[in-house]
T-cell receptor, first 114, second 115 residues
């Protein structure tokens, strides 16, 4: 069936390094993608989104890249900080599905060492 | 704070108990959602409500009963649950963006343990 999945379940980096978290999706009709961050004991927090008519979108210290040809999504975090340690989820949606029904990946655990 | 609150934050209940989870959003959104988050599994959508009307029931067992009295409040009534229902239950809300997309904001969740 359709799914959204992550290549790496865990990622450990040193403080100050750049982090890259990857996500593969299989639904060719997906046209909206969101990255969420979930810290322990909290709900997922919206980080950044991108629509399928874009290849790249930048936020504060974060960049999302979308490669529709290979159905791949990545989240880049610049100058990673200990506060960035969390589980990161990608989620996808197809326009016209029931009120933004999202399909989530399993998540990548990012650990930032000081 | 995302503008979505959930109570209680933690709940322990026996299999014969009846309890309810509450969600409230202060964002003026029109769509609300219940998700289940279990260990080592992706978030699972349970229900979707838009303007108080249920638009999605993702094959959820009848022991979970949602209620949406208005666009700001969402409840999940629980009865005769099973231990495998223990999970983090997340509420989210969203508003339609230009282009027909929905940006969802999540509450902190209710950690449910069924004994």
């Amino acid at each position: 069936g359709e799914s959204v999945g992550l290549h790496l379940p865990t990622l450990s980096v040193q403080e100050g390094d750049n982090s890259i978290i990857n996500c593969a999706y299989s639904n060719s009709a997906s046209d909206y993608f969101i990255w969420y961050k979930q810290e322990s004991g909290k709900g997922p927090q919206f980080i950044i989104d991108i629509r399928s008519n874009m290849d790249k979108r930048q936020g504060q210290r974060v960049t999302v890249l979308l490669n529709k040809t290979v159905k791949h999504l990545s989240l880049q975090i610049a100058a990673t900080q200990p506060g960035d340690s969390a589980v990161y989820f990608c989620a996808e949606n197809s326009k016209g599905t029931s009120y933004g029904k999202l399909t989530f990946g399993q998540g990548t655990i990012l650990t930032v060492h000081p | 704070e995302t503008g979505v609150t959930q109570t209680p934050r933690h709940l322990v209940m026996g299999m014969t108990n009846k309890k309810s989870l509450k969600c409230e959003q202060h964002l003026g959104h029109n769509a609300m959602y219940w998700y289940k988050q279990s260990a080592k599994k992706p978030l699972e959508l349970m229900f979707v409500y838009n303007f108080k009307e249920q638009t999605e029931n993702n094959s959820v067992p009848s022991r979970f009963s949602p209620e949406c009295p208005n666009s700001s409040h969402l409840f999940l009534h629980l009865h005769t649950l099973q231990p495998e229902d223990s999970a983090l239950y997340l509420c989210a809300s969203s508003q339609e963006l230009a282009g027909g997309f929905y940006e969802q904001y999540f509450g902190p969740g209710t950690r449910l343990t069924v004994t």
